[in-house]
């Protein structure tokens, strides 16, 4: 089974690329850009990732991506990602970035996605990988920071699919994101949202009926509200599930608890993804391997992951059926 899961084509479609930045990349940018980070050797950044809800690891999470400056940084981090992904042969990515997590800082927006973006190409014409781009708000910060983030992208529209939401799920409603989701849309933008990774399955039904979103990232709290599911398989809502993530945050306590088998076999169209890898202690086989090793599956239902994921993935249609 081991084999059959590495070999496995697979499709991620929720991966932060600031959460791929591994320790040595991570000790390397700092020394190379002369920034202060508080860890002296990589076994004491390792330390540091113990986490014990969302806001705990995001308060590292941000403090890593403070060693990325310039457009390098960005496409060696995305670069080292893609690698990672021939090795795991994930054919198609769908990959988000935190832009405001970078200009506040005073790093330009074009930095940001052009370094990325390079490396998105350099990863299709020489690794045979297609991806897309996403464009995450920080739910934490106001309306009128999105707003201006929207405003930035606008310029970039040719290499940006969607935008979508994350960051601080409790204290932070979808409610407040309204009027700038309208606005995505009306520009052109697909739309996605974390929603239901801490908090309650209403938090989904809002960021259905008020953000419009086509899928939700995580989304694993749904089962607290039978009808939700239902509404989930008849409509064809996709779940981006995490579960590593879910385990070091502590949204289920053991991997063994985890709903994704129980989701997929009610017929939910849940896929597998990372989230945030270098985090959270494996990437794309590793989370396949994590969820088969506590709820073991058969060849159908392991590859029904891919399966669903080519059908939630933001690709055209031919190319759909051409994975497929
Ligand atoms: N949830 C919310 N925000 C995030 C996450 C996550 O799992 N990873 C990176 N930003
Ligand atoms: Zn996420």
Not at 135 to 153: G, P, V, Y
Not at 281 to 299: C, H, I, R, S
């Amino acid at each position: 089974m081991k084999e059959f899961i590495q070999y496995l084509p697979k499709v991620e479609l929720h991966l932060h690329i600031e959460g791929t930045l591994e320790p040595e990349l991570m000790l390397a940018l700092a020394k190379r850009n002369n920034i202060d980070i508080p860890f002296n050797s990589i076994a004491e950044v390792r330390d540091a990732y113990n986490f014990h809800n969302l806001q705990s690891f995001l308060d590292i999470y941000f403090q890593g991506a403070d060693v990325l400056i310039k457009e390098q940084d960005f496409f060696e981090l995305t670069w080292a990602y893609l690698l990672r992904c021939q090795a795991d042969n994930v054919v198609h990515t769908e990959i988000f970035f935190d832009p405001q997590a970078h200009t506040q800082r005073g790093i330009c927006f074009d930095t940001v996605v052009n370094g990325i973006h390079r490396a998105l190409i350099k990863g299709t014409t020489e690794l045979g990988i297609s991806s897309k781009l996403i464009m995450c708000f920080l739910r934490h910060l106001d309306e009128e920071s999105a707003f201006k983030t929207l405003a930035q992208a606008q310029d970039h529209q040719d290499k940006i699919i969607a935008v979508g939401l994350d960051s601080t799920e409790l204290g932070h409603p979808a409610a407040k994101f309204e009027q700038v989701f309208k606005q995505a849309i009306k520009q052109g933008f697909l739309t996605v949202a974390h929603a239901g990774e801490e908090g309650p399955a209403s938090n989904i039904h809002e960021a259905l009926r008020l953000l419009h979103i086509t899928r939700i990232d995580h989304g694993v709290r749904c089962t607290d509200d039978e009808e939700l599911v239902q509404q989930l398989v008849s409509e064809r809502i996709p779940l981006t599930v995490c579960p590593l993530s879910n385990i070091k945050l502590k949204v289920f306590e053991r991997m063994e608890q985890h709903n994704i088998v129980a989701l997929l076999r009610k017929g939910v169209c849940v896929t597998i993804n990372s989230d945030d890898p270098a985090y959270f202690g494996g990437y794309m086989t590793d989370n396949f391997l994590a969820v088969n090793q506590a709820l073991p599956m058969n060849k159908t239902e392991i590859a029904q992951f891919t399966f669903n994921a080519i059908a939630a993935s933001f690709i055209s249609k031919s190319e759909k059926q051409r994975l497929t």
